[in-house]
């Protein structure tokens, strides 16, 4: 029997530990953190699904991390567990005022992608006088962490799962255990560590407009980007993106979100706020999933399995990463003869 220890239960920590349990049979998972769901990233998140702000993480690798967690998603949609897991199906539309928008690179991932027509363009843009130049539409899911999370919590307990909260403050204290990975965010406190982390502070508008039933997203050359994101109890406005640490709600922000989403929708201007809110996405120059082996440890050897720095996509990637962590974590595990490599 392996000890394993994931360090985080937002998204990224949860469906890891689940995926190892899956994977490997012969383990026994505790995740150690500081936070759970309803106060983790995620749960500020819009829960969509859309690869955005992942740095330079190479296109291959965010289409196959992507598919894998869609087609999850879709699974679940399948079995019936749509309402136990928070999950909504819902057709999303992008629509940019820039010309030379070309299509994604992850467009074939998706169910019923088309281009929008420039009829439609017209008749969008015409409540908020505004001029669209190209758009697309998919079927695309919005999963709310503050469902979804405990419903994987669930899973990963009858598993046999363990969760402790407790902060890790030196590596030293898992030393007993056979792999550690490694889901903290991006741990604003440690400042010291990964230098190419990076905050993108994203506030946004939990509203309440239960007649708001479709989903879209502006591309704005025009200072005018904002997205409006359906979930089951409320609907997400936003939203913005600043290297920034500050999580107090900005009024600003606050004016810029309303007046750009009521552009386009009016009845949202005056629609009831359920909070403001302010998350940091773990903004890297790319998703760190990997290996690292360090002196210390059960046997002289520290493995250390990182996945982290998911950006604006970390609820979009999640079940891919997870799924290649697993394997990374099994890797770990079989690799001898470590100590002649270090
Ligand atoms: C406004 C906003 C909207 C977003 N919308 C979307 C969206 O629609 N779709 C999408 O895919 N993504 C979205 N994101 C991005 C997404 O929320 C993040 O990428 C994702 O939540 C990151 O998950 P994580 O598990 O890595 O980090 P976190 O959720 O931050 O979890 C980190 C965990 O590690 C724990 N931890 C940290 N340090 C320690 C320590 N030293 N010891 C113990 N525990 C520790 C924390 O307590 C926490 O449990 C959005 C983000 C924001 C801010
Ligand atoms: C979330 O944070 C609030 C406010 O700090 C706290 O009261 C609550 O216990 C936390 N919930 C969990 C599950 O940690
Ligand atoms: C859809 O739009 C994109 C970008 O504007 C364009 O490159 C592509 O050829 C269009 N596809 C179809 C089928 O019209
Ligand atoms: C784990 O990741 C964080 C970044 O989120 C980093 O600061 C820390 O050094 C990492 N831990 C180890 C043991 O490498
Ligand atoms: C909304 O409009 C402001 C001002 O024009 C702009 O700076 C901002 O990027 C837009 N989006 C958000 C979410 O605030």
Not at 34 to 45: E, F, H, L, Q, V
Not at 237 to 246: E, H, K, M
Not at 250 to 265: G, P, Q, T, Y
Request: aromatic content about 10%; overall charge neutral; charged content about 25%.
């Amino acid at each position: 029997m392996y000890e394993i220890a994931v360090i985080g239960c937002g998204v990224i920590g949860l469906t890891s530990a689940l995926s190892i349990q899956e994977r490997l049979k012969n383990v026994k998972v505790t995740i150690f953190t500081r936070d759970k769901s309803p106060n983790t990233t995620g749960d500020i998140a819009a829960g969509y699904w859309e690869p955005y702000m992942v740095g330079d993480t190479p296109p291959a690798q965010i289409t196959r991390w992507g598919k894998a967690t869609y087609d999850y998603i879709l699974k679940l949609w399948k079995e019936g567990k749509a309402k136990e897991a928070g999950i909504s199906l819902i057709i999303s539309r992008i629509i940019s005022d820039r010309k030379d928008v070309e299509n994604p690179f992850w467009k074939d991932v998706v169910l019923g992608y088309s281009n929008l027509s420039r009829e439609y363009l017209d008749k969008f843009g015409k409540v908020g006088n505004r001029k669209f130049i190209s758009g697309f539409e998919f079927l695309s899911f919005t999963w709310e962490a503050s469902i979804f999370l405990p419903f994987l919590e669930q899973k990963f307990l009858m598993n046999g799962g363990v969760i402790v909260r407790k902060e890790i403050r030196d590596f030293k204290e898992l030393e007993d255990f056979d792999v550690i990975v490694n889901c903290t965010g991006l741990d604003a406190k440690d400042l010291t560590g990964d230098t190419k982390l990076c905050p993108l502070r994203g506030q946004i508008a939990r509203v309440s407009a239960s007649w708001m039933f479709y989903l879209f997203l502006i591309d704005s050359e025009h200072d005018r980007s904002c997205y409006v994101i359906p979930n089951i109890h409320c609907v997400i406005l936003g939203g913005t993106s600043q290297p920034a640490y500050n999580l107090e709600v900005d009024e600003v922000d606050k004016k810029n979100i309303f007046r750009n989403c009521s552009e386009l929708v009016p009845a949202l201007a005056t629609a009831e706020v359920i909070k403001h809110q302010v998350g940091l996405r773990p903004g890297r120059e790319r998703v760190r999933l990997e290996i690292e082996i360090k002196p210390g440890g059960k046997n002289g050897l520290l493995r250390i399995v990182h996945n982290y720095g998911h950006g604006g996509a970390g609820i979009t990637l999640s079940i891919g990463c997870a799924e290649d962590c697993a394997k990374l974590v099994e890797r770990a595990l079989n690799q001898t003869n470590l100590r002649n490599k270090l």
